[in-house]
């Protein structure tokens, strides 16, 4: 993506099933959770950058031993700071009792980090202090082991004030107003007064208040917590929570918008965001590795049963497609097949743009996450060259010999590495002032390889402000003097916010809500902005059910052509002399590229949760009052 964003963070659980003996017998360490979670979390690196957090749990600890354990870090390079910290800790304990290096059962009481139960986490934050306050996981503390809680996770609540006042309501007092300190407090309520109903019905069949402790952990329903903690939630979300004594969840949202996936063995029973790194850091095949339903509950009770619960009521699917475009490793095999899928569809708009002359077209891509698509771009500019030399072959057939076919086959596509990013300038942008000199080099050219007489194709995966577009790339790509640049995109055009974990929440920052509001004072509809304004207000004291996105009302005037004309022209300026033209993905084709990610929100305005349409009409008077503020 050409434009840097920040989106959802990535989670990790492993629970080992087996005595930490076991690890050491066969694995040679009784670190292997460890080693296992670190591999895990590097493996998500793509989707945390601001911070990164790890929490463990020892199974069956004396009163008096420490059973939890957590670290976290805002570095420059949290994952390696967490995990030098670590083996730091650890080396420091083994260097000083060498005779303990085969005691498993000395390292398990004595070793911090050094649990059956790990949890990872590796985040981007959207919005708020980059602290490691705000870094998860969150940690609820209790001298009853149950009532202990950890909770990390992928997510946004677009409903946060609501869910503060009914903690409130129920008589708590948070210390901020923040949906993971509002989430992990509710769940922790309810869990309070599950353990509270539990002992006193232990109380009454003769248990005293030491025997209660284990059999309460036998007896705990988590889905019945999740449940009634998750009753009012509005959002995407992958939450995960561990109990102090043992258990652990992961719930997903009942629209499966956040993405959750899960691998189970007689050894270990693994969650994580994205298959690949289950895949790799556990060496399983591709079936084995199961996606969590919506509205679900991955929980694993203390004694290392694994059951799926359902919590929520499904919504309609509308799992992210923006996961697939962009956000996660294209190394998973159906993500793979269906980005080349994306470039393949832009193909026949492609042709119309180069009047199919793929002799004089030179096609591209912008690094790095638009690679895949544009290996499926090239294919069907390989299907539509084979086309060409088949009708020359026929058109001459009378006339040919071996030197004439030889030239018609020897015709090949002409593809090349055009833009080359310079990832250390990026880390290096940082203040306003600089930044527009900044990007305009934060990538550079090949020169050389373009012809006066030749088009430029470029493929981008998305384009959301087209800022680094219209300071850099265009302006680097027109150095070459292309007769025509056409950049494409593997994503629909990006018109309304996000408000499920990725950090676009504001409209003005979006090039396609920039050029419909250009073409509405164009066009002389000015009153449509208005219109849409006073509609957007009336609702402010709706329910969100009843909300309606009237934002659709801004880009209704405009065919998605017009829209991307428009685009065209506000992303090139008098220093570029080539023509520009912008080709966007259709949502139809995304969804055939796409079809079990149908969440289409940024393209259509069609939120999955009904706090979606409140968000976007909050965005939209932010944007008409000048109002800075998320709308979130």
């Known amino acids: 993506m050409s434009d840097a964003i920040k989106h959802e963070c990535g989670i990790a659980l492993i629970r080992l099933k087996k005595p930490l003996t076991f690890y050491k017998e066969k694995y040679g360490t009784a670190f292997y959770g460890v080693n296992k979670m670190y591999l895990m979390m590097e493996k998500q690196h793509n989707r945390g ?17 420490r059973y939890i354990s957590r670290q976290r870090s805002t570095a420059q390079q949290p994952i390696q700071d967490i995990f030098a910290q670590i083996n730091g800790r650890i080396n420091e304990v083994m260097t000083e009792n060498p005779d303990r290096k085969d005691d498993v059962e000395w390292q398990k009481r004595n070793v911090p980090y050094v649990g059956e139960v790990l949890l990872g986490h590796v985040r981007y934050g959207t919005f708020g202090k980059n602290s490691v306050e ?85 007896r705990l329903k988590v889905e019945k917590i999740l449940k009634r903690a998750s009753k009012d939630w509005d959002g995407g979300y992958a939450m995960v929570g561990l109990l102090g004594h043992g258990d652990a969840f992961v719930l997903r949202d009942p629209a499966g918008i956040r993405p959750v996936y899960y691998y189970e063995d007689d050894e270990v029973a693994v969650v994580a965001s994205e298959r690949p790194v289950i895949q790799t850091a556990f060496n399983v095949d591709f079936e084995r590795v199961k996606e969590l339903d919506p509205g679900s509950a991955l929980i694993v009770k203390k004694n290392g049963h694994l059951s799926i619960e359902k919590v929520i009521k499904p919504l309609t699917r509308k799992a992210c497609s923006f996961e697939r475009i962009y956000f996660s490793r294209g190394s998973d095999a159906e993500i793979y097949r269906e980005r080349k899928l994306l470039g393949r569809l832009l193909m026949p708009e492609v042709l119309k743009s180069i009047d199919h002359d793929t002799k004089n077209t030179v096609f591209s891509f912008i690094p790095n996450t638009a690679e895949t698509s544009f290996y499926g771009l090239v294919e069907a500019a390989q299907d539509e060259l084979n086309k060409q030399k088949g009708a020359e072959i026929l058109a001459s057939k009378e006339n040919l010999d071996q030197e004439s076919i030889e030239r018609i086959l020897s015709r090949k596509l002409r593809t090349e590495k055009i833009a080359i990013k310079d990832a250390k300038l990026r880390t290096f942008i940082t203040e ?160 055939k590229a796409c079809p079990k990610n149908l969440g289409d929100w940024y393209f259509t305005g069609n939120y999955p949760t009904n706090g979606g349409n409140r968000v976007v009409n909050r965005a939209f008077i932010n944007y008409m009052e000048g109002n800075s503020a998320r709308a979130y």
């Open 49 to 65: 950058q601001d911070g990164a957090g790890f929490a463990s749990i020892k199974l069956d600890m004396a009163p008096g031993e």
């Open 432 to 591: 306003d002032s600089s930044r527009d000199d900044l990007v305009a080099h934060v990538y550079d050219v090949t020169y050389g390889v373009i012809q006066p007489e030749d088009k430029l194709v470029i493929i981008d995966d998305s384009i959301v402000r087209g800022t680094t577009l219209k300071k850099s790339i265009i302006k680097m790509m027109a150095r070459l003097n292309p007769k025509k640049i056409v950049v494409v995109s593997s994503a629909p055009q990006i018109r309304y916010p996000d408000c499920y974990g990725i950090d676009m929440a504001k409209l003005e920052d979006f090039i396609a809500f920039r050029a419909a509001i250009a073409l509405l004072k164009e066009n002389g509809k000015e009153n449509v902005i208005t219109e849409v304004y006073e509609k957007c207000k009336t609702q402010i004291n709706f329910k969100d059910k009843n909300v309606q996105n009237f934002v659709k009302e801004i880009y209704e005037p405009f065919t998605d052509k017009e829209i991307s004309l428009k685009i065209s022209e506000l992303l090139s300026d008098e220093t570029v002399k080539p023509e520009v033209e912008i080709i966007y993905q259709t949502v139809e084709n995304l969804h």
């Open 134 to 218: 705000s870094v998860h996981p969150f940690l609820r503390q209790n001298n009853w082991m149950h009532r202990n809680l950890i909770v990390a996770g992928n997510f946004n609540m677009t409903n946060v004030s609501t869910l503060f006042n009914k903690l409130v309501s129920l008589g708590q007092h948070p210390k901020e107003q923040a949906d993971t300190i509002t989430v992990m407090e509710k769940i922790g309520h309810f869990l309070d007064d599950e353990v509270a109903k539990l002992y006193k019905k232990l109380k009454k069949e003769g248990y005293n208040k030491q025997q209660a402790s284990p059999q309460i952990a036998e």
